[in-house]
């Protein structure tokens, strides 16, 4: 059984910092991509960034230049620094990893930016 636990939201005043942790653990040999996605009251779950194994990234429009995501492949663990945060980056931000055969997700972690 595979299991990834998130941890570090939070409530932050805008322009705050927050940075996330994803730790993967269970019968998974080989984690691939692995990303992070959040979802709004009302809204659809959206990408928020990927990163591959080899440590290529991608991100959504709205974060880029603010949030970092990387990894640390020996402990199957990914994290996102969040900068300069908004708030309508408030949401819950879903890990999410992949093996070569399926896909998983974490619980949710809640992140509300406000003053």
């Known amino acids: 059984q595979v299991q990834l636990v998130e941890s570090g939201g939070g409530l932050v005043q805008p322009g705050g910092s927050l940075r996330l942790s994803c730790a993967v653990s269970?019968?998974?040999?080989?984690?691939?991509?692995m990303g992070w996605y959040r979802q709004a009251p009302g809204k659809e779950r959206e990408l928020v960034a990927v990163?591959?194994?080899?440590?290529?990234?991608n991100y959504a429009d709205s974060v880029k230049g603010r949030f970092t995501i990387s990894r640390d492949n020996a402990k199957n663990t990914v994290y996102l620094q969040m900068n300069t945060l908004k708030p309508e980056d408030t949401a819950v931000y879903y890990c999410?990893?992949?093996?070569?055969?399926?896909?998983?997700w974490g619980q949710g972690t809640q992140v509300t930016v406000s003053s």
């Open positions: 269970g019968s998974i040999f080989v984690i691939n991509n």
């Open positions: 999410n990893a992949n093996s070569y055969i399926d896909t998983y």
């Open positions: 990163i591959s194994r080899g440590g290529s990234t």
